[in-house]
Structure formats: C-alpha cells, structure tokens
C-alpha cells in the first residue's frame, strides 16, 4: 500500500513541476510585449510623424489596433504601407486618401516582437490618459520612483517560490518511501537532514555562484551608465515651459547642435532675449521631481542676478558671473559622437535621444546611452537618403534605390555598424 502511494505522490509531483513551469511560461508570454522597448522603437521611428493623443503629420495612434480589424494587416501596414493600399483594404486606402495620399515610410527591419513592444507603449500612453491625474507634485514625485517596466523581480519571486515547493515535495517522497520500506521490513537509513545534504549544498552553491555572477555581470556592464539622472540645477529650468508650451525651437538655444560637435549650452545673453521683457512667471504651476512647488518668478530672479541685470532700471548694473550646469549627458572620451551629423545629415530628432524633452521640467538622462542602444538605433534607422547631399557619394545605393532592389537604406548600409565610426 506505501509502495503505491510513494507511487502516486511522484506522480503528483512531477504534475506540481509539469503544473508551474507551465504557470512561468504563460507570465512569460502574457509578458512578452515591452513597453519600454517599444517607447525606444517609438522615438527612433515614428515619433517624426506621430502622437499617441493628437495628430501630426500622421494620425493620433491611440486605439490604433481597435481600427484595424486584422492586426497581422497592421504589422504589413506598419512594414509596407504601400503593399497593404495596393491590395485594396478599404481602411487602408481611406486613411491614404484621408492624409492627402502621403506615403508612410516603410519599416521593413522592424519584427513582429517590435511592433508589438511599440503597440505596447502606445497602449500604455492610453491608459495613463484614460487615469485622473493627481495632484501635481504628487505626480511628479511619483514619477521619480517609477518601476521601468522590468519584471524581473517577479519572476525572481516565482522561482523562489517552484524552489522551495519541489524541495518540500523531495522530502515528503523521501518520507513515505522510507515509511513504505519501514512497513515491508526493509532496513532503511536514516535521512540526511538536508542542510548537511552534499547534493543540497552543491546546488545551493550552484545557483548562488550564478546568480551572484549573473548580478556581477549585469553591475560591471552598467558602469557609467546613468539613464535617469537628473541633478539639481542651480537655477529651476523647464524645458516643458520654454519648449512645450511656448514652443520655442530647440536649435534657438542650442544653436551649434546643427554646425558642430557639441550642442552647447546657451550663453546668458540668449537666455536674456525674452527674459529682459519676461521679468515674471504666470505660467501653470511648476514642481521638482520631489513634488516641491517652485517659484517661477524667483528663478527668473536668480537669472537676472547671474547676468548683473536691474529690472527696475532696465540695465545691467554690476558684471555677471557664469551659471555653473551640472553636465547631464556624458559618453567616454573614446566615444566619439557628432550632433550636427545627427541633426543635419541625418535628420534625427532631439527627442530620440532626450527623450520626451518638451515635456520635462527637470531634464534627466532618457537612454543609457550605451553602445548596444545605439548600435540599435544604427540598425533600425532608416536616413533621409533621397535628395541629401552629405549621401551623394554612394552611388550604388542611390542606384539600389532607384531600381528598386531597396525601399529604404539604414545607418548600417552606410557603414554606422562599423568599430571605426565611433572609434578612432
């Protein structure tokens, strides 16, 4: 009778196995899609042409998937627009008409897992619409702390858990098999308490060696890496005021941004173009990544001071003295990066690599800035190739293009792959 119930409960417990790797692998997919990769994808991409909440060159994403009644066709849209007008789906050739028959650009790189991370974040962007905003700099702070989307301390937590089951389940079989032999007369020994267990300690030093590795690993690649920094400035400076809401073009203060190397940061005297005639803030109410509430009107003060400017007078009084910003963005020194390459040639926007900046009343680091992400962005990128001419001497390409062996060239066709470009 013990043989068969030591029988049944293996039985059970390899069902208990069978029963929660199935429990890890559906997390794994209802997981699957990546928000905050997609939110990469999405800057990189489409961000030139669309808005999740209002529409732009193209129209407002939210609800993109309820619109199309086949998402397989989605994915074709977003890959090759023109093949999906060309089979005459009707919302296809509607919304072709209905934007004054503009081609989208094809996007042929990206793969089901990406369009899929970036249906993802658009999802995402809806559902923090569709949420009350709270208070302000309740808000704010609550941002600060936010989880990155990563889900790994959930399945961490998952593991543990299966881990100390299937020991439990171990020792109730190794039980009941030496009560089935006590009860046929067999002679049995006693069992080996399990922290004095050899196999035991083997495998917990295992899975301690790899995991502490794993951690080691994952710590060293990070090194110098700071994606969501964000000092505080020695004057309160919101580029959500300056480029959202008064929509003041980027290139105004970073002038250099398109001729040179560096973007540079505005002198004062930019800085004092509108501010000698905007002495004061009226805009909405301003707060810090804390939820501080910030007077607007006393950082303009501080200004003033730096620049040795009287307002009441309408002149400068005493000589200025130059505002120490913390630098925010830093690659190495073996690193070498080009703006006016990016911005001129290759037609890319500030907020691919700053993120949404338009919307930020503190700046912080939006990428790593890592060369894994911006080997990606090389990989995916397609160039204003047509009708540029730092591209004009590659002329099998153009001729490719021509003849249409290829809809689109990326950064790596142009060699953007390559140790040499970044590194010399």
């Known amino acids: 009778m013990y ?3 030591s029988i049944r409960l293996r039985k059970q417990f390899v069902s208990v196995l069978i029963l929660c790797a199935g429990l890890v692998s559906s997390i794994s997919v209802a997981q699957a899609a990546d928000p905050g990769a997609g939110k990469t994808l999405f800057q990189q991409n489409c961000a030139s042409c669309h808005n999740v909440h209002k529409k732009l060159t193209g129209p407002a994403l939210a609800g993109v998937e309820d619109r199309w009644a086949d998402k397989a066709l989605l994915h074709k ?34 793969t089901d897992a990406d369009i899929d991370n970036m249906l993802a974040y658009i999802k995402q962007e809806e559902t923090k619409a569709a949420t009350p905003k709270a208070d302000a700099g309740a808000a704010a702070g609550a941002a600060a702390g936010k989880d990155s989307g990563n889900n790994s301390l959930l399945f961490g937590i998952i593991t543990l858990i299966l881990a100390i089951v299937a020991v439990i389940l171990m020792q109730i079989n190794s039980n009941l098999n030496k009560l089935a032999s ?42 110098g890496r700071q994606d969501g ?25 970073h002038s250099s941004a398109e001729k040179s190397k560096h973007a540079m940061i505005p002198s004062e005297n930019v800085c004092m173009n509108c501010h000698k005639a905007v002495t004061e803030y009226t805009g909405p109410d301003l707060y810090t990544a804390e939820g501080k509430k910030v007077n607007g009107t006393a950082e303009i003060q501080k200004l003033f001071d730096h620049v040795g400017w009287d307002k009441d007078a ?34 890319v926007q500030c907020q691919t690599c700053h993120g949404d900046i338009q919307d930020m009343d503190e700046v912080k680091q939006f990428a790593d800035l890592s060369m894994g992400w911006c080997v990606n962005c090389h990989r995916t990128t397609k160039v204003q190739f047509a009708e540029n ?4 001497i590659f002329e099998k390409l153009h001729n490719d293009v021509k003849e249409g062996k290829v809809d689109s060239v990326t950064v790596e066709m142009l060699g953007g792959t390559e140790c040499q470009k970044c590194h010399y």
């Open 3 to 5: 043989r068969r119930v």
């Open 77 to 110: 849209w977003i890959r090759n627009s023109a093949s999906v007008i060309a089979s005459g789906d009707k919302y296809a050739v509607d919304l072709f008409n209905a934007y004054n028959k503009l081609p989208m650009t094809a996007f042929p790189a990206l």
């Open 182 to 223: 006590e009860k046929e007369g067999h002679a049995t020994q006693e069992p080996v308490p399990f922290y004095k267990n050899k196999v035991y300690i083997a495998l917990c030093i295992l899975v301690l060696f790899i995991v502490g590795g794993y951690y080691t690993i994952q710590g060293a690649i990070n090194l």
């Open 229 to 253: 920094y964000m000092p505080e400035q020695p004057i309160f400076y919101s580029h959500k005021v300056h480029a959202g809401i008064n929509q003041i073009n980027c290139l105004y203060c």
């Open 314 to 347: 309408g002149r400068y009084t005493k000589p200025g003295q130059p505002i120490e910003w913390k630098k925010i963005h830093s690659l190495p020194d073996h690193v070498y990066f080009n703006h006016s390459q990016h911005v001129s040639a290759g037609k």
């Open 389 to 392: 001419n730092y591209y004009s």
